[in-house]
């Protein structure tokens, strides 16, 4: 039996690849009354990942508080799709911490991180769960959940207001929007990061957080110790001074 190939009286098959040829058949189309619209698979499925972002229900503390008013009427993130909940991390888009996560409660944090599938998103709401908030000094509470899993979105506040979570929420949208579904471990990944996640470890190679984590590195915090002295503040004023006398000659002789 002949198989034939899909033949359409006005698009040659040879130029299905061609995009030039594909954007003025559309465009002719489109001038004659045609509703056709071009683009690619990854797209269309970020698009509807970013509007269709599934949370874990995980509120430890008052910033949980926070999370529920923005579900409610006067915020209502539904509008953005946020609003299907969930309580099982296998069900979960993302998890979005919010409240102080204490040394007890980090293994079972760090379970239902494990649990959710890929690709997966952490979120971290307010000042204990970012750095462990006014009770870093203390001995029970974990000094931020990046020392856990690794934060795609930070959202700083004692708490934050729900306003600041919906802009969280949408710079997490504007992250999925840009990934690669197709191809990758974990759909994060091109080719050359596969090929080397695979190297590493691992079934299907590591995560993308893990690789990711292999190529930064954890960079040593900036300690600041002291507060400069009078005579370094002024001699650090004297040289901005000296730069800035520079910068306006050199702009002068141009």
Excluded at 155 to 175: N, S, V
Aim: hydrophobic fraction near 35%; proline fraction near 5%.
């Amino acid at each position: 039996m002949e198989v034939r190939k899909p033949h359409i009286k006005s698009i040659p098959y040879d130029e299905f690849k061609d995009n030039d040829t594909l954007e003025k058949i559309a465009n002719e189309l489109n001038e004659g009354g045609v509703n056709v619209v071009l683009g690619n698979l990854d797209q269309a499925i970020n698009w509807g990942r970013s509007n269709s972002l599934w949370s874990l229900t995980f509120g430890t503390s008052c910033c949980g508080i926070e999370f529920m008013a923005v579900g409610c009427a006067r915020y209502d993130f539904s509008r953005f799709g946020f609003e299907v909940t969930r309580n099982s991390a296998r069900q979960a888009d993302l998890i979005m911490c919010a409240g102080t996560i204490t040394n007890k409660m980090a293994p079972v944090f760090k379970r239902l991180y494990d649990e959710m599938a890929e690709p997966k998103y952490v979120v971290a709401v307010g000042g204990c769960t970012i750095s462990g908030g006014p009770f870093k000094k203390s001995y029970s509470v974990v000094r931020g959940i990046d020392q856990i899993v690794p934060v795609d979105v930070y959202i700083p506040g004692c708490p934050p207001r729900p306003e600041a979570i919906l802009y969280g929420m949408m710079q997490l949208q504007r992250k999925v929007k840009v990934e690669k579904f197709f191809g990758g471990a974990n759909h994060k990944m091109t080719k050359d990061e596969k090929e080397e996640s695979m190297k590493l470890g691992g079934l299907h190679g590591i995560s993308n957080e893990n690789f990711s984590n292999t190529k930064i590195g954890n960079k040593e915090p900036i300690i600041i110790n002291g507060a400069p002295a009078k005579e370094e503040v002024e001699k650090l004023g004297l040289e901005l001074d000296t730069l800035k006398a520079e910068g306006e000659q050199i702009a002068n002789n141009k």
